[in-house]
């Protein structure tokens, strides 16, 4: 049964089985209806056959008691002829009968023993009703109170006169059991097949249309997930039937689907990457056209104005090309040019000129010591100022730095060309007003002519420094001719500069010592190195002579250290041999002392020599001092914190301010020679030399004398407070082995 149950869902559909449930219910509807239509009639039947016996056996009873006769009581004969109507009614047609009088009181039953006793209590509204409708009432319900119901109908009775006088009681239930049997049990008989048959096909329905409704559901979810786009579970419906394949083939979908959506949401997960990175580098791009447009449109508005200013900076730039831009004179390269034309011009037409060289004296200090501001209004007056004394014709150029040239044209002769010269150095004598103050600047300027000394631009150039360079070694303010003899001694100069290439190297260098004594007791207080050179072609040269020329070709650094080191070298020598050489002084140069990083040189070398930075004496020059003062003071400090001592050399000669010498922190001051020379004969020179043993003692600094010669003037300096003397009158400057045995002889100070 339960197989079957199982096996007819699968082959049967939901709506066939729901229409065979309909025809079958409505087709036991409809037999049910007819049963039941026939049971209905056979009772309805019953019924007017039972009245219709009723009727008959009312006229029966009627008839059997007199025209005013009652029942209650009925007459004894009345009551045997109703009893013998009834019992042959009931051994006739076996009815069960019963009469009852107005009391409700039984008087006839075919039922002898219930004569005399009340009808049944449950009668009593049937009773009721049929007396007083007149007719007869059919009911079912029971004659003892312990049997069974039967089918009852109860009818009113009259006497001929037509007064009630009581009623009739009739079982029919024979008659309607009779008439009404086979229709019941059809009836029945359906009921029952239409029960079972129902109950089959509600249990057929929920076996097939539960799992169909719960796969129907199933499905329908996820179909509707499906359209939602919500995301597929499995529909899981086991079995082999339509909805098994159907759920399967949706699942497979549902996988494929998932599949490809997750494709398809990666691929447009991608795309919507790309898609925003495309943004981005468009923006990126929109941005940099943005800011590239910007900056083209810049420049192009840039290019317009410097298109404007095209000529205009041509004009600059041609003017900066030819001209100074600080003075507004011709420069170097216009110079040049026009040299050359005018030597040229010169030539052809046979006439003289000259070229001028003009250096401003003392402009290096003041530049250095007031500021290039300074410097550049001194070089502007220095142009104006020549350029108001020559004539328009005369051309004025500033070549670099404070040197200007000047050439000049048809000369009348050479006379003519020292009158110009002349009228130059006059106009640098008034003072310049910078400021407020007033600077005083002299003027060395140098003269060739052409084409008399030369004709050639660069040889000319060449005279006419050399001619300016001697009018300064001459004493500055002054002017000199180019001439043969210059020629000669420039020659030389090139030729020694020429030949101090190769000192070095090939060892033609070497130091003197001249030994300073004190000036107490004569005893040796230390040397001081100088430098010698011996050329293979040039012979004994004195410093006097190569070293301005070493120091202009730049030589002198290389040269100075290797005579710091060299000396330095020679005082732990003579240390090591047990002499005691004192203060060992080295001259150094200015070059060297503007020259970047040289106190690291001197600390250095000491380092290398060992020598004690206390036995060592640096001179310096006071013009080197004075060239840059505040420079000076610091290089000074900066030394003297080496342990170093410091000696102003050629005291008395640089014009040193007062107030510098305070701030000077040297050590040593030693008279120049020239104030020493005429000592005993020149008052002035006494007085000066004395000054300065009185100014250095005030500012406890030692002094040196030096240069001395004669007995007179070391008897005149004796009166003076001096500490040491040096000069010829006590050693010349020996070798070093010489001064081994210097150094132990003790010299004896000649009293004056
Ligand atoms: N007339 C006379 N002269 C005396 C007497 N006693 C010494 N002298 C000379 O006077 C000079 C003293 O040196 P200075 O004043 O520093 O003057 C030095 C110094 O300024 C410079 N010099 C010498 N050696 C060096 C050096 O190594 N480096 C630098 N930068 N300059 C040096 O050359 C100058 C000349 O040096 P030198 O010819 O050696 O000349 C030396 C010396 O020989 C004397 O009693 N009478």
């Known amino acids: 049964m339960f197989s079957l149950v199982r096996w007819l869902p699968q082959r049967v559909g939901t709506r066939l089985l729901a229409v065979v449930i309909f025809a079958i219910g409505a087709s036991l509807a409809l037999a049910l209806l007819a049963a039941w239509l026939v049971y209905r009639d056979a009772q309805n039947a019953s019924r007017v056959l039972a009245q219709q016996a009723a009727e008959n056996l009312v006229v029966q009873v009627a008839a059997q008691f007199g025209e005013d006769d009652d029942l209650d009581p009925p007459r004894p004969f009345e009551r045997y002829n109703l009893q013998r109507t009834l019992d042959y009614a009931h051994q006739a047609k076996g009815r069960d009968i019963r009469v009852f009088n107005l009391n409700e009181r039984i008087v006839v039953d075919t039922d002898h023993e219930d004569i005399g006793t009340p009808v049944p209590t449950a009668w009593h509204g049937y009773i009721s009703a049929a007396m007083r409708d007149g007719a007869p009432v059919f009911f079912s319900g029971r004659i003892a109170a312990a049997g069974d119901v039967r089918q009852l109908f109860i009818t009113p009775l009259h006497n001929r006169t037509g007064r009630l006088v009581g009623g009739l009681a009739m079982d029919y239930t024979h008659l309607a059991d009779e008439l009404t049997g086979t229709a019941r049990k059809t009836l029945l008989i359906l009921s029952a097949a239409g029960a079972f048959v129902l109950a089959l096909t509600l249990?057929?329905?929920?076996?097939?249309?539960?799992?169909?409704?719960?796969?129907?559901?199933?499905?329908?979810?996820?179909?509707?997930?499906?359209?939602?786009?919500?995301?597929?579970?499995?529909?899981?419906?086991?079995?082999?039937?339509?909805?098994?394949?159907?759920?399967?083939?949706?699942?497979?979908?549902?996988?494929?689907?998932?599949?490809?959506?997750?494709?398809?949401?990666?691929?447009?997960?991608?795309?919507?990457?790309?898609?925003?990175?495309?943004?981005?580098?468009?923006?990126?791009?929109?941005?940099?056209?943005?800011?590239?447009?910007?900056a083209l449109q810049s420049a192009n508005r840039q290019l317009e104005i410097e298109l404007a200013n095209g000529k205009e900076m041509a004009r600059q730039l041609e003017q900066l090309a030819r001209f100074d831009s600080l003075t507004g004179l011709p420069n170097r390269a216009m110079f040049l040019a026009c040299l050359d034309v005018a030597v040229k011009r010169a030539i052809r037409m046979g006439t003289l000129g000259a070229l001028m060289f003009i250096d401003l004296d003392r402009f290096k200090s003041i530049n250095d010591s007031l500021g290039h501001a300074t410097g550049d209004q001194v070089l502007r007056q220095a142009a104006q100022r020549l350029s108001g004394t020559l004539r328009s014709c005369d051309m004025v150029s500033r070549i670099g730095g404070d040197e200007f040239t000047v050439i000049l044209e048809e000369l009348g002769g050479e006379n003519a060309a020292r009158a110009v010269a002349g009228k130059v150095v006059a106009a640098f004598l008034a003072p310049f007003n910078i400021d407020g103050k007033e600077l005083f600047l002299s003027s060395s300027v140098g003269l060739a002519l052409f084409p008399k000394d030369s004709a050639e631009p660069g040889e000319l150039m060449k005279q006419a420094d050399f001619a300016m360079y001697e009018a300064k070694t001459g004493g500055r303010n002054r002017f000199a001719l180019h001439s043969e003899h210059m020629a000669q001694e420039a020659n030389q100069r090139l030729v020694m500069e020429t030949a101090l290439r190769h000192a070095m190297e090939r060892n033609e260098f070497y130091l003197a010592y001249q030994i300073r004594v004190s000036a107490t007791d004569g005893t040796p207080t230390g040397t001081e190195a100088l430098l010698r050179w011996r050329s293979p072609e040039l012979g004994d040269i004195t410093p006097a002579e190569f070293i301005p020329v070493a120091e202009h070709s730049g030589q002198i650094i290389e040269i100075g250290r290797w005579v710091l080191q060299q000396a330095c070298r020679q005082h732990s020598i003579w240390r090591a041999q047990g002499l005691q050489p004192g203060l060992m002084a080295v001259n150094i140069s200015v070059?060297?002392?503007r020259q970047a990083g040289f106190v690291e040189q001197v600390a250095a070398i000491?380092?290398?020599?060992?020598?004690?930075?206390?036995?060592?004496?640096?001179?310096?020059?006071?013009?080197?001092?004075?060239?840059?003062?505040?420079?000076?003071?610091?290089?000074?400090?900066?030394?003297r914190a080496l342990g170093v001592g410091l000696a102003i050399d050629d005291f008395g000669t640089g014009y040193s301010s007062l107030s510098y010498l305070k701030r000077f922190p040297a050590s040593r001051i030693k008279i120049d020679q020239s104030f020493v020379r005429d000592i005993d004969i020149n008052q002035e020179d006494a007085a000066i030399a004395a000054a300065i043993v009185a100014l250095a003692r005030s500012l406890n600094i030692e002094v040196t004398a030096e240069g001395i010669e004669t007995d007179e003037q070391l008897a005149h300096l004796n009166r003076l407070d001096c500490a040491d003397y040096q000069g010829y009158y006590f050693a010349q400057p020996l070798t070093a082995e010489d001064i081994r045995f210097a150094l132990d002889a003790t010299l004896v100070v000649q009293p004056g």
């Not at 579970?233 to 909805?243: L, M, N, S, T």
């Not at 004690?612 to 420079?631: G, V, Y």
Request: charged share 25%; no cysteine.
């Open 606 to 639: 000491l380092a290398e020599t060992g020598m004690k930075a206390h036995d060592l004496e640096l001179e310096l020059t006071e013009s080197m001092l004075m060239a840059n003062p505040e420079n000076a003071v610091m290089m000074m400090h900066a030394l």
């Open 203 to 294: 249990l057929f329905g929920l076996a097939t249309v539960r799992p169909i409704a719960l796969a129907v559901r199933r499905l329908h979810g996820a179909t509707r997930a499906l359209a939602a786009g919500r995301p597929l579970r499995p529909v899981a419906i086991e079995g082999h039937d339509e909805f098994a394949g159907l759920a399967r083939a949706f699942d497979d979908m549902s996988t494929q689907l998932t599949r490809s959506r997750m494709t398809l949401e990666e691929e447009v997960a991608e795309r919507r990457a790309a898609q925003i990175a495309l943004e981005e580098a468009n923006a990126r791009l929109e941005e940099r056209v943005t800011e590239r447009t910007a």
């Open 591 to 593: 070059v060297q002392f």
